[in-house]
């Protein structure tokens, strides 16, 4: 079975259904990270600051040291990723480190964005609706199985 990363924001409350959808579909999605809710990171910087720690110090600290390693590990053992827009800072290095690493990346609009961006060319697919993201998701692993290229 396919493993996806879905990458999102922890304040959308879409990453859930849409991951719901592509088990439906037969994929092993990992979206456990959007359990620790919508404040999660915004508690760790409250915390942090508390401590009177800067972010330099805050990122390498035990807790966000484990954080990442957690999603490092799910991103490392995933066959591909999809982003689901909006997505923050996060998200967008997750895609990128996941395209750095040759693996299928999708990207789910729900909407025309305000701001044109060349830049998603990078993603194996862009797509502006949950069923023709699975389309592409299929199209593009059925490929790879035989013997296509990701190519741009």
Same mark, same amino acid.
């Given at each position: 079975m396919l493993k996806l990363y879905l990458i999102g924001s922890l304040r959308n409350p879409e990453v859930p259904l849409v991951g719901n959808r592509l088990r439906e579909e037969g994929y092993d999605v990992f979206d456990d990270w959007h359990a620790a809710g919508p404040e999660a990171d915004d508690c760790w910087q409250k #915390?942090? /600051?508390?401590?009177?720690?800067?972010?330099?110090?805050?990122? #390498?600290?035990?807790?966000? $040291?484990? %954080?990442f390693q957690f999603d490092y590990k799910h991103l490392m053992e995933s066959d591909g990723a999809v982003l689901i827009l909006p997505a923050g800072k996060s998200g967008h290095l997750e895609l990128g480190f996941m395209v750095g690493q040759g693996k299928p990346t999708f990207v789910l609009f729900h909407e025309e964005p305000e701001r044109f961006d060349?830049? #998603? /060319? @990078?993603? !194996?697919? $862009? #797509? @502006?609706?949950?069923?023709?993201? %699975?389309?592409?998701? /299929? !199209? !593009?692993f059925a490929s790879l199985r035989e013997g296509g290229s990701r190519g741009y």
């Open positions: #915390y942090e /600051q508390a401590r009177g720690r800067h972010y330099g110090d805050a990122l #390498y600290g035990p807790a966000a $040291v484990n %954080i060349v830049m #998603y /060319q @990078f993603a !194996t697919g $862009v #797509y @502006f609706g949950l069923d023709h993201l %699975i389309a592409g998701v /299929q !199209t !593009t």
